[in-house]
Antibody, heavy 118, light 106 residues
């Protein structure tokens, strides 16, 4: 059974960099699939942030591309997200997920709330 | 940028059929997926590749996709189906979500 678990600071100051890690168990990231980050502001809808393909390619939401970096540590089987120059509008629950394109996003983490506030 | 449009809310009586639409330019040329999200929980995939159900998803969930519109249909809607539903498609290697539809069963 594939499991994903997000971790990282729950509070980040404006203008700083948000950093999250997603630990994946039950499947090796380097073996296949896309692995991505999705966020959901409180009371709002889902927003795709970006994805990492097991071959090493990355794909980002054009609206966030200038501030986002997604990377993978294959030795730890972890996915990472860095979002720079955050503002209050970046406050959201952040999910990591496995994309089985085109069979859907089939595994999701439980999500972690990140609040941007001084 | 590509947009997927969903109605903000849909209401249905228990036992009746609920239909939730998702509109986008030539959406029928792409694969559509649907996710169910209940309060405080992560989204769950209920339909992929337009009309396929993952293991464990009840048969009352079905989907279609043609032209500019994908539709999620829930037959014999139950109280437990009350949730937010999101459509999703892949567009030029990016992931696009619809704005979500709140399904109320009353």
């Amino acid at each position: 059974q594939v499991q994903l678990q997000e971790s990282g600071p729950g509070l980040v100051k404006p203008s700083e960099t948000l950093s999250l890690t997603c630990a994946v168990s039950g499947y090796s990231i380097s073996s296949g699939y896309y692995w991505g980050w999705i966020r959901q502001p409180p009371g709002k809808g889902l927003e795709w942030i970006g994805s990492f393909y097991h071959s090493g390619s990355t794909y980002y939401n054009p609206s966030l591309k200038s501030r986002v970096t997604i990377s993978v540590d294959t030795s730890k089987n972890q996915l990472s997200l860095k979002l720079s120059s955050v503002t209050a509008s970046d406050t959201a629950v952040y999910y990591c997920a496995r994309e089985a394109r085109p069979q859907g996003i089939d595994y999701w983490g439980q999500g972690t709330l990140v609040t941007v506030s001084s | 940028s590509y947009e997927l449009t969903q109605p903000p809310s849909v209401s249905v009586s228990p036992g009746q059929t609920a239909s939730i639409t998702c509109s986008g330019d030539k959406l029928g040329d792409k694969y559509a997926c649907w996710y169910q999200q209940k309060p405080g929980q992560s989204p769950v995939l209920v339909i992929y590749q337009d009309n396929k159900r993952p293991s464990g998803i009840p048969e009352r969930f079905s989907g279609s996709n043609s032209g500019n519109t994908a539709t999620l249909t829930i037959s014999g809607t139950q109280a437990m189906d009350e949730a937010d539903y999101y459509c999703q498609a892949w567009v030029s290697s990016t992931v696009v979500f619809g704005g979500g539809t709140k399904l109320t069963v009353l």
